[in-house]
């Protein structure tokens, strides 16, 4: 899931069955999240200007797997291609230092654009290729900035098997940052990651008028930094609920923490959440809006912003 994958026809089917027949004069509301960030803090400490150069890099890093939008244990449709192009933009002006409080920082915007392309191989297999681009202004407007290809990811994900309802996979993806940048290069330019995902969809109140169906979706990986940069472990979960037959209200959330080894910075974590609603304009196509921040770190950006996102299927 942390690379975007998208719930496969057959895992919609399963969870639009699981829920009984839809109320046709249904409300539709849409679910805002208000996320409040601890400001006591932001006199504490103020951070270096190379501090924060080093921290550009994982603040780019960790949104790219922000960009996660459905389930990532379901495998797509044997034949069928998604594409998935996305928007974020986000605005910072705070930092976690090392001890997890606020602290003032250069003021950084950041605008990032991918496509997602996943391609059902066969019923268990789904091949994945993202591209994606950044602009990140330092001090912005006037500051220093870093525009171009940001990552090259490819990778596949395995359908293990489904115990009950459960649905269980494996996830290997490989990640290039080709950016020349110094002042703003990633620790390490090349990424391999591997881990397991578990996807479950349900329905609550079956058969009555407040009938409605969702899914559970957790992913744990290990990503391996080539470089000597620190590795990392990843852990997402989503939430979602398919308030009617063509909304998908989604709740999420993405961890980072640095393992073993030393980088200059010092070790981090970081941990984003993510709102947003899916609404399906045709069975081929699909809008995405929703709102991010980071709630939680060390030695990472504290940022807010918010995300749109078109897709496809062929």
Same mark, same amino acid.
């Given at each position: 899931?942390?690379?975007? !994958?998208? @719930?496969?026809?057959?895992?919609?089917?399963?969870?639009?069955?699981?829920?009984?027949?839809?109320?046709?004069?249904? &409300?539709?509301?849409?679910?805002?999240?208000?996320?409040? $960030?601890?400001? =006591?803090?932001?006199?504490?400490? &103020? @951070?270096?200007?190379?501090?924060?150069?080093?921290?550009? $890099?994982?603040?780019?890093? =960790?949104?790219?797997?922000?960009?996660?939008?459905?389930?990532?244990?379901?495998?797509?449709? #044997?034949?069928?291609?998604?594409?998935?192009?996305?928007?974020?933009?986000?605005?910072?002006? %705070?930092?976690?230092?090392?001890?997890?409080?606020? #602290?003032? $920082?250069?003021?950084?915007?950041?605008?990032? %654009?991918?496509?997602?392309?996943?391609?059902?191989?066969?019923?268990?297999?789904?091949?994945?290729? /993202?591209?994606?681009?950044? *602009?990140?202004?330092?001090?912005?407007?006037?500051?220093? !900035?870093?525009?171009?290809?940001?990552?090259?990811? #490819?990778?596949?994900?395995?359908?293990?098997?489904?115990?009950?309802?459960?649905?269980?996979? #494996?996830?290997?993806?490989?990640?290039?940052?080709?950016?020349?940048?110094?002042?703003?290069?990633?620790?390490? *330019?090349?990424?391999?990651?591997?881990?397991?995902?578990?996807?479950?969809?349900?329905?609550?109140?079956?058969?009555?008028?407040?009938?409605?169906? +969702?899914? %559970?979706? &957790?992913?744990?990986?290990?990503? /391996?930094?080539?470089? +000597?940069?620190?590795?990392?472990?990843? !852990?997402?979960?989503?939430?979602?609920?398919?308030?009617?037959?063509?909304?998908?209200? @989604?709740?999420?959330?993405?961890?980072?923490? =640095?393992?073993?080894?030393?980088?200059?910075?010092?070790?981090?974590?970081?941990? /984003?959440?993510?709102?947003?609603?899916?609404?399906?304009?045709?069975?081929?196509? *699909?809008?995405?809006?929703?709102?991010?921040?980071?709630?939680?770190?060390?030695?990472?950006?504290?940022?807010?912003? %918010?995300?749109?996102? @078109?897709?496809?299927?062929?």
């Amino acid at each position: 899931m942390a690379q975007g !994958a998208g @719930l496969g026809n057959a895992a919609e089917t399963r969870i639009r069955r699981a829920s009984g027949s839809f109320f046709i004069g249904q &409300v539709q509301a849409l679910v805002q999240n208000v996320v409040v $960030a601890v400001s =006591s803090a932001c006199g504490c400490v &103020v @951070l270096s200007r190379n501090n924060v150069l080093r921290l550009l $890099a994982f603040s780019a890093l =960790s949104l790219g797997s922000a960009t996660a939008v459905l389930a990532g244990a379901f495998p797509q449709t #044997a034949g069928e291609t998604q594409v998935i192009s996305s928007w974020f933009f986000s605005e910072s002006s %705070v930092a976690f230092n090392s001890d997890g409080l606020l #602290a003032r $920082a250069p003021a950084l915007r950041s605008h990032d %654009v991918s496509t997602l392309l996943e391609y059902g191989y066969d019923a268990d297999t789904t091949l994945i290729f /993202k591209p994606s681009f950044q *602009r990140l202004d330092l001090t912005a407007p006037s500051g220093p !900035a870093s525009r171009g290809l940001a990552t090259i990811e #490819a990778g596949v994900r395995r359908r293990l098997g489904i115990l009950g309802d459960v649905t269980l996979s #494996a996830q290997a993806f490989s990640r290039l940052m080709p950016d020349d940048d110094a002042r703003f290069a990633a620790p390490s *330019r090349l990424q391999l990651e591997a881990g397991l995902a578990a996807g479950l969809p349900f329905s609550l109140f079956p058969g009555s008028l407040l009938s409605f169906a +969702g899914f %559970v979706d &957790v992913s744990a990986s290990l990503v /391996k930094q080539i470089g +000597g940069a620190q590795d990392e472990v990843r !852990a997402e979960a989503t939430l979602g609920f398919q308030s009617s037959e063509r909304m998908l209200v @989604l709740y999420q959330v993405f961890s980072v923490w =640095s393992l073993q080894g030393a980088v200059p910075g010092g070790p981090y974590r970081r941990h /984003k959440v993510q709102s947003s609603v899916v609404y399906l304009v045709t069975p081929q196509w *699909r809008v995405q809006l929703g709102i991010f921040a980071t709630v939680a770190g060390a030695t990472t950006r504290y940022e807010r912003g %918010v995300m749109s996102a @078109l897709w496809r299927r062929f």
